[in-house]
């Protein structure tokens, strides 16, 4: 199985400042396979980013994926009041599916 | 649009059993793996099971391998998951989650139902 650890566990950030978040792998998984998620509170994960860098459908721009191997990263370049919620990593590469443990942006 | 939604969920007595129900529209059903995702109160996602769009083939977590059955019926466009010798462990929401195409290795999630919650107490 492969475990996918998300760094910082909190994230406290003000509106219009830059968001890093980070998954690693615990092995090599290849871009393609790999996904971010949004969850905002009482409702159900949406999908913002697959294959690592690519936006899902009517994802702003201000969010982009990178990473390969064992280290992937969500970075949301401006936040504003919508994007203080919880991001999920996922790894589809190989069964199980995992997730991240998450991590909650919140308002400093 | 695409839409999935679950039912079913409720309260039960360990041991006891449920069957969800995920019932699709927006999109050609027979054409998309589906897959159920659960999510405890408060903590992170947890992937349950996966349906090919064929139906044909199916794979579980290890924690619900021989207690869980997932299977779709493409008349009725509904996905559904039997869960049966419930644990308190299995307390979660559940949600459906549609796949990119029709195989559930290699595809990511590209839409979710509202979820529905399961909670298992005596």
């Known amino acids: 199985e492969i475990v996918l650890t998300q760094s910082p566990v909190f994230l406290s950030l003000s509106p219009g400042e830059r968001a890093t978040l980070l998954c690693r792998a615990s092995?090599?998984?290849?871009?393609?396979?790999f996904a971010w998620y949004q969850q905002k509170p009482g409702q159900a994960p949406r999908l913002l980013i697959y294959g690592a860098s690519v936006r899902a459908t009517g994802i702003p721009d201000r969010f982009s994926g990178s990473g390969s191997g064992t280290d992937f990263s969500l970075t949301i370049s401006r936040l504003e009041p919508e994007d203080f919620t919880v991001y999920y990593c996922q790894q589809y590469a190989t069964s199980p599916l995992t997730f991240g443990g998450g991590t909650k942006v919140e308002i400093k | 649009e695409v839409q999935l939604l679950e039912s079913g969920g409720g309260l039960v007595q360990p041991g006891g059993s449920l069957r969800l129900s995920c019932a699709a529209s927006?999109?050609?059903?027979?054409?998309?793996?589906i897959s159920w995702v659960r999510q405890a109160p408060g903590k992170g996602l947890e992937w349950v099971s996966s349906?090919?769009?064929?139906?044909?083939?199916?794979s579980y977590t290890d924690s619900v391998k021989g207690r869980f059955t997932v299977f779709r019926d493409k008349t009725k466009n509904t996905v559904y998951l039997q869960m049966n010798s419930l644990r308190a462990e299995d307390t979660a929401f559940y949600y459906c989650a549609k796949y990119s195409s029709g195989w559930y290795l290699e595809n990511w999630f590209d839409s979710w139902g509202q979820g529905t919650l399961v909670t298992v107490s005596s």
């Open positions: 092995q090599s998984v290849p871009r393609k396979y």
């Open positions: 927006g999109f050609t059903f027979s054409s998309y793996a």
């Open positions: 349906i090919s769009a064929s139906g044909k083939n199916t």
